[in-house]
């Protein structure tokens, strides 16, 4: 990125606040990062207007307990990344949460270089999904798309609109998406906010669940 970066963590624990730092100050990454931590999303909006924040590491429970507050800065400031952390009692509700406006779910006993990936491919506008995460989303799509089989599609997409959603579902993000069909990435990103709209999700994450629940894709593991 060859850039400072200021990246928000919002959770309770303060050792899980540390852990995230101690993370990237020991492995190296292409950018320097200035952490902002908070142990609520209402104090993190205090400390700072957050303009000029890259990307937030946000605990599950913090985003729930203050969703409207979440939700405001999300539509305020939409270029921001949401990262979301969950442990084991979050994973239950983790596929709930696909159709809101967050980037990555990231467990937290994950590995150090997932962290470090999911703020890399957030910032590329990638959605990603750890390992752990995968495994969750991808038990969703082999339920949701046998569910599907019978179930007829709700909308018309164009051909164009179809080869979009594939590649989403393939992780490419606007601009290779582009590149590959020779398009603008501002067409690329009209093309998704219609694809959003007809849909009814609100991020990438509900676009995937979606065309794999009606069949629009080939069936693969995420």
């Not at 949460?97 to 980037?103: K, R």
């Amino acid at each position: 990125m060859g850039k400072n970066l200021i990246i928000g963590i919002v959770d309770a624990c303060a050792m899980v606040r540390f852990g995230i730092k101690a993370t990237f100050h020991r492995i190296k990454t292409e950018f320097e990062i200035e952490f902002k931590e908070a142990d609520s999303f209402y104090n993190l909006e205090e400390m700072t207007s957050l303009q000029g924040m890259a990307a937030i590491f946000l605990d599950m429970d913090c985003y729930l307990e203050n969703n409207e507050a979440s939700l405001r800065v999300l539509e305020t400031q939409p270029e921001l990344k949401i990262i979301l952390l969950y442990n084991v009692s979050g994973k239950a509700v983790v596929r709930s949460l696909m159709n809101e406006p967050v980037h990555s779910f990231l467990f937290k006993n994950a590995p150090a270089s997932e962290y470090v990936l999911a703020l890399e491919k957030v910032l590329n506008d990638n959605i990603y999904y750890c390992s752990e995460t995968s495994k969750i989303l991808a038990a969703y799509l082999h339920r949701a798309g046998r569910e599907g089989s019978s179930r007829q599609q709700p909308t018309t997409f164009t051909p164009k609109e179809r080869q979009i959603i594939e590649l989403i579902c393939q992780e490419y993000t606007a601009k290779e998406i582009a590149n590959m069909l020779s398009l603008s990435k501002r067409t690329i990103e009209n093309s998704k906010i219609r694809i959003l709209q007809k849909m009814q999700v609100k991020n990438m994450a509900g676009i995937v669940a979606f065309a794999y629940m009606h069949n629009m894709v080939k069936k693969q593991v995420v």
